[in-house]
């Protein structure tokens, strides 16, 4: 097992002209389990395929431990990777696929069935050894994929999306067990994802890319409450934050009836750029339903109200701006008592928790102190 | 009940005729086809079973399988039927793995690829007549052929006056003719082991890497297993036509020197012998030969559409 450093890692395809991976800089723990997620199109899968060698490098360096990986070849790197295709060996029984890299690395047979047993017991492929990955169901190739990983014990998993082409159910049940495996076997992961919950749930600690930069790397936590970005602040959590384009007023940030009082840090640093105007995010449970008279109250307008039984959303807009105006169309989510909804089309009046809000600078999209 | 049943038996007439109708435009065609491939074979099998030779004109008759018996046990035609397998078992093989290595080769990304490419297949496209011609004269020939002018300027090379110019056909007569055809099918094995090639799955070959596969390693675990059908396809297609060639034979060395397969007997029993029921009875044995390596063919075929659909 080993640590893994993304040194300023840099990816450009022949003929492209913007780096798909641009100075990646990353450090990964020994045991950790990272996340790379992000929208399509970011370099996820590129930054996973630089650290296994299927990608060159063009600048920077990779390093699995203290060893400088960045030329080597994929057979010298000791990682093993899941595709999204699980890429199984179509021709090899599901136990001669799960074999094959100890096959290739002149291990004894006994060895080698010994090992295959041993891991098609944890992932419950016993009674599959003898098929060929055409009979067998979408499931059951991922475990095969997943098996053929961890037979080898290798430094490094590198997974690209393993969970994509599963069906919904599924794909829950097996993002907890590889989470859970993951653990047991203590070996550094790296998970690449698009799906921003998976994300949330099985890592250790988050990357979040956006057109081959870095946006932010912290733990699930960390980045839901203290996002460094108007971009980590959309991406991540669902539904989505609500973020709007505020006008400051003295001390407070108002749009139409809604009003945010800011602190002095925040104020500080508006004054040092010069702005009168600041970007304000709030999640969904950061509204409160309140009555007409509560001083910080604006009016919504409901236009739907999705039920999911432990949890209502408010769909809605601000009733006092026109509609379709460029601050986030005055569009706004908000969680609401899923047994105390208000009806479709109704007007009711939210008010954003004190402290609850998110700022960030409308020139660099950056995070503002608070 | 009855009224629903009369109108159902109605609809049916309907469809049948509209069918009919429509299949009406290809019954000449259908009709040609069949007068011009399915009576002269249907012929050919009706002389096989009779004794009909144009120098006894009076013995013509049916005499049952006592054509076939003669074309198993004559040492002529069993020695036709030897060189037959020979020829097509050794042009197959070596054209395989001419164009394996090829396609190899053209695999490779590098500049001018397509020319190459183009270039590799055109032996393909010259006419077999012409091909063979060109081998016997171009080629072969000991006085002015291209092979012993060759030997000639490269022993010029090291000062030696007296190169050896060998008759290449008399000397290699079967030789000769298998690398005339080497050279136009190996085209043909390289196009089709080429297509499968391209066809590999690229993140198969990329997990082996990861896997710690060498090149010869991801060639023999996983190029070759894929490539299987492919062979396999190329060298069945490879025999249908060889098995009946007659073009190579004829030009480059008139079936002399033990050369003569069995088309090559069957043109000669017919045209020369004038023994038109055995020829007929050794034509009926290619064809059954033919058929039996076609269907194997198609089951490779078929089981390659299997595999394409699956994936
Ligand atoms: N082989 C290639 N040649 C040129 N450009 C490429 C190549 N592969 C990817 N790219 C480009 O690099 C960028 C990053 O691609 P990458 O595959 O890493 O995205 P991703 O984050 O994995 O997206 P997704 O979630 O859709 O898989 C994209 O803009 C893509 O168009
Ligand atoms: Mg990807």
């Not at chain 1, 990779?62 to 030329?71: M, Q």
């Amino acid at each position: 097992m080993a640590s893994v450093t993304y040194d300023k890692a840099s990816r450009i395809y022949p003929g492209a002209e913007r780096p798909a991976v641009d100075a990646l800089d990353l450090d990964i723990a020994d045991g950790e389990f990272l996340v790379l997620v992000g929208p399509s199109g970011c370099g996820k899968s590129t930054s996973l395929r630089m650290l296994a060698g299927l990608e060159e490098v063009n600048h920077g360096q990779i390093r699995i431990g203290d060893r400088d990986v960045t030329h080597l070849a994929p057979k010298d790197r000791d990682i093993a990777m899941v595709f999204q295709s699980y890429a199984l060996y179509p021709h090899m029984t599901v136990a001669q696929n799960m074999g094959f890299a100890l096959k290739i690395a002149g291990r004894s047979k006994e060895e080698i069935t010994s090992r295959v047993a041993e891991a098609a017991k944890i992932l419950d492929l016993q009674s599959h050894l003898d098929r060929k990955p055409k009979a067998l169901s979408g499931g059951q190739r991922q475990r095969v994929a997943m098996g053929r990983a961890i037979v080898r014990s290798p430094q490094v998993f590198l997974m690209d999306e393993p969970l994509s082409n599963l069906d919904a159910k599924l794909r829950v049940q097996t993002r907890t067990q590889i989470a859970a495996l993951q653990r047991r076997l203590g070996t550094t992961t790296v998970y690449v994802t698009h799906d921003q919950v998976e994300a949330m749930t099985m890592g250790d600690r988050v990357a979040v890319l956006k057109d081959g930069i870095l946006a932010q790397c912290d733990t699930p936590l960390r980045l839901y409450q203290q996002p460094a970005s108007v971009f980590v602040a959309g991406f991540i959590g669902s539904p989505g934050m609500n973020i709007a384009e505020f006008k400051l007023d003295g001390t407070d940030a108002v749009l139409g009836q809604a009003r945010v009082h800011l602190a002095s840090a925040t104020l500080t640093a508006l004054a040092e750029e010069g702005a009168d105007r600041i970007v304000v995010g709030f999640r969904p449970e950061s509204v409160d339903l309140v009555t007409e008279n509560d001083p910080d109250a604006f009016p919504v307008t409901v236009a739907v109200v999705e039920e999911l039984g432990s949890d209502a959303f408010l769909h809605g807009w601000h009733s006092d701006l026109p509609r379709g105006d460029g601050t986030g169309n005055g569009q706004i989510i908000a969680r609401v008592d899923p047994n105390h909804t208000p009806a479709k089309g109704s007007r009711v009046y939210l008010r954003i928790q004190p402290g609850k809000g998110h700022f960030f600078s409308v020139t660099t999209a950056q995070r503002l102190p608070s | 009940m009855t009224t629903s049943a009369a109108t159902a038996r109605s609809g049916d007439v309907l469809r049948r005729s509209a069918d009919w109708a429509r299949r009406a435009p290809l019954l000449p065609a259908l009709i040609f086809t069949i007068v011009v491939t399915q009576l002269p074979f249907v012929v050919t099998l009706i002389v096989s079973f009779m004794d009909w030779n144009a120098y006894y004109p009076d013995e013509r008759g049916f005499t049952g399988l006592t054509n076939y018996k003669r074309v198993l046990t004559d040492v002529n035609m069993r020695d036709a039927i030897l060189t037959t397998v020979l020829l097509t078992v050794t042009v197959v093989l070596v054209s395989l793995f001419l164009g394996l290595v090829i396609a190899l080769l053209l695999d490779r990304k590098f500049i001018g690829r397509g020319a190459v490419r183009t270039m590799m297949i055109t032996p393909f496209l010259v006419v077999p007549v012409a091909a063979a011609l060109l081998w016997k004269h171009a080629l072969f020939n000991p006085e002015y052929g291209l092979l012993n002018g060759m030997i000639t300027a490269v022993w010029r090379l090291f000062g030696s006056d007296h190169p050896p110019q060998p008759d290449w056909i008399s000397t290699m007569p079967l030789v000769s003719v298998e690398t005339a055809l080497i050279w136009q099918w190996t085209p043909f094995m390289m196009l089709i082991l080429l297509a499968g090639l391209q066809g590999r799955p690229l993140d198969v070959i990329e997990a082996a890497r990861i896997d710690g596969a060498g090149s010869w390693q991801i060639f023999r675990y996983m190029t070759f297993p894929h490539l299987r059908q492919y062979l396999e396809l190329g060298a069945l297609l490879g025999s249908i036509y060889i098995v009946q060639n007659f073009d190579a034979v004829f030009t480059i060395t008139s079936g002399g020197l033990g050369t003569a397969n069995l088309p090559y007997t069957i043109y000669q029993t017919f045209y020369q012998a004038h023994d038109y029921g055995r020829a007929s009875a050794a034509g009926v044995v290619v064809v059954i030969g033919t058929i039996i390596i076609a269907t194997f063919a198609l089951r490779t075929v078929s089981s390659l559409f299997r595999e394409e659909t699956s994936r």
